[in-house]
């Protein structure tokens, strides 16, 4: 049983950044197509970001793309997603798993935009 780990949320202003991290035991990154999604209170989890194995794509969904950008670094073993230009639109529970949500839910890490 594969169990993420997210972190990296907090509270940011409106144009803001963070840097959220995804780990994993017993999982390797680069050989699975990997996912961040997001549940924002009173809505439905969605993919946000996602990267094919070995990093050969990526792709965003359409309110993030430009700003939010999704990376594996394979010496750590680590997924990220850099966000950029935060807005109050942003604010959820983010999570990781594979594309196909293979794996079981996290705890996920909490991102608050606001003023």
């Known amino acids: 049983q594969v169990q993420f780990v997210e972190s990296g949320g907090g509270l940011v202003q409106p144009g803001g950044s963070l840097k959220l991290s995804c780990a994993a035991s017993?999982?390797?990154?680069?050989?699975?197509?990997m996912a961040w999604f997001r549940q924002a209170p009173g809505k439905e989890r969605e993919r946000v970001a996602w990267?094919?194995?070995?990093?050969?794509?990526?792709n965003y969904a359409d309110s993030v793309k430009g700003r939010f950008t999704i990376s594996i670094y394979n010496p750590r073993n680590t997924m990220y997603l850099q966000m950029n230009s935060l807005s109050p639109e942003d604010t959820a529970l983010y999570y990781c798993?594979?594309?196909?949500?293979?794996?079981?839910w996290g705890q996920g890490t909490q991102v608050t935009v606001s003023s």
């Open positions: 798993n594979t594309w196909d949500q293979r794996w079981s």
């Open positions: 990267i094919a194995r070995e990093g050969l794509m990526t």
């Open positions: 017993g999982f390797t990154f680069s050989t699975n197509n």
